[in-house]
């Protein structure tokens, strides 16, 4: 890194020469930290110092994480299905959210655990409801897609006070889920960060 940064741009080459290596034996370390973010190399110019940092670098990292390389299955439910379906839904799905659709399997609503612990605290019959009638409707919806940055996401989250985000794909007649990205993807994310596994 040395002799890039005082000698750049310089082809692998010339720095296998100053270090007396052949450039098969540089070529391995020249890869790593072309990989790495420390030097670009650039086709008949030669390697070059990037300037950038450790943190810089890992700042890079994160904001390269994908939302598809994250996503879990969505929950669906029908916007006709009642609440104490969706309810028994929740915890057979073991999921936090729900994600409503209509007949044409667009999205529609969400649903959260605090929406039906809500509608369960009337006296209403909750198998007579619809979840429609409690449900977080559209266009009031966050959705992302599945090439957005996490990271983003993760910053939606937080400012809208949400746990999750249903991933959609857009067509002319509305948004088709076909992904969920909750805070728990986003801690699994945390973690494969730490294990390098990014
Ligand atoms: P809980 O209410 O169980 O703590 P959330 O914080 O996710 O769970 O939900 C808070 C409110 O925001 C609920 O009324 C829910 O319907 C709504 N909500 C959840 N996810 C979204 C979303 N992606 N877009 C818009 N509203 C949402």
């Known amino acids: 890194m040395q002799i890039v940064k005082d000698y750049g741009p310089i ?4 720095i296998a020469e100053k270090l007396n290596l052949t450039r098969a034996t540089l070529r391995p370390d020249l890869a790593i930290l072309t990989m790495a973010g420390y030097l670009e190399a650039r086709p008949r110019v030669g390697y070059f110092y990037t300037g950038k940092t450790g943190t810089q670098l890992f700042a890079d990292k994160i904001k390269k994480m994908k939302v598809e390389d994250y996503q879990s299955i969505p ?15 929740m915890f057979l ?23 039906l612990l809500r509608a369960s605290l009337g006296k209403q019959e909750l198998t007579a409801i619809p979840v429609n009638i409690i449900m977080t409707r559209m266009p009031n919806i966050a959705v992302c897609y599945k090439d957005d940055s996490l990271i983003d996401v993760a910053e939606q989250l937080i400012e809208k006070q949400i746990d999750a985000m249903p991933v959609v794909r857009k067509t002319e007649k509305g948004y088709e889920v076909i992904g969920r990205i909750t805070k ?7 973690v494969s960060l730490a294990k390098d596994d990014v």
Request: glycine share 6%; proline share 0%; aromatic share 6%.
């Open 93 to 115: 799905e073991d999921v936090g959210t729900l994600f409503v659709v209509d007949d044409e399997s667009l999205l529609a609503g969400v649903l959260s655990r605090k929406d």
């Open 184 to 190: 728990t993807n986003m801690t699994k994310a945390f």
């Open 75 to 89: 929950v669906v439910v029908n916007e006709n299905v009642s609440v104490y379906d969706a309810i028994v839904t």
């Open 11 to 14: 082809t692998g080459e010339s």
